[in-house]
């Protein structure tokens, strides 16, 4: 379950309290969450790994907190840091930074997508207090919204660009259907630069998402 990803999302050696094995992909989702978007800082971009080098690049950042009311392993939140890279002519969303409460979360997202997911604490609700936080050994982010319009509904596809143990790229397609608020987010991180530079720190344009459900499919073969 070793996959690429910042130091942050190390599991270190104990993995006990880690299931054996988790659902398969396709995985089902319903979420709320406060999600945020700026772009690269230039210059301090944090290098891509080495498997996405070639053709890439670096549109956007940010990042997101999630409570998912309904998965496969059960309710669960989420912490992420995200980068929307253009690479062989399409956009997709690559993921160096991932934290969950859920033991069986983890081991569903290292094994099906190499979503470098690990273990944090989580305070606060997305949509009802608007702020939200996540905490790891030595580490923090937090964020606060304000929203800046009424809840609009949104439809929309991604692709998921991540690197599997071996080296390989693996792509993975999803779609998102719900109700969310354009929102001012403000962010806040403590941890390593390379947590700072993809999760993104200050002031962005973002979303209170009141409602999303969706669906994440199993990489290309």
Not at 12 to 35: E, K
Not at 61 to 67: A, H, I, M, S
């Amino acid at each position: 379950m070793d996959v690429p990803g910042i130091s942050e999302t190390g599991l270190g050696a104990d993995l006990t309290g880690l299931p054996q094995a988790a659902p398969a992909a396709p995985w089902d989702l319903a979420l709320q969450a406060l999600v945020w978007f700026g772009r690269p800082v230039r210059g301090v971009t944090r290098p891509l790994p080495a498997p996405l080098h070639a053709g890439a690049r670096v549109l956007a950042r940010g990042g997101g907190l999630v409570r998912y009311l309904d998965t496969p392993v059960g309710a669960y939140a989420e912490v992420l840091g995200a980068e929307l890279l253009w690479r062989g002519r399409r956009a997709s969303v690559h993921v160096p930074f991932m934290a969950v409460d859920s033991p069986a979360s983890v081991v569903g997202g290292r094994t099906n997508w190499s979503l470098p997911k690990t273990l944090a604490r989580f305070e606060g609700n997305p949509v009802g207090g608007r702020a939200m936080t996540a905490r790891g050994d030595a580490w923090e982010v937090r964020a606060r919204a304000r929203a800046l319009g009424p809840p609009l509904p949104y439809r929309s596809g991604f692709a998921l660009l991540q690197v599997s143990p071996d080296g390989s790229v693996c792509r993975a397609t999803g779609r998102m259907r719900g109700r969310a608020r354009p929102a001012r987010v403000t962010v806040e991180v403590s941890g390593g630069a390379d947590l700072r530079r993809c999760v993104g720190e200050g002031s962005f344009l973002g979303a209170i998402v009141e409602s999303g459900r969706g669906t994440l499919d199993a990489p290309d073969s």
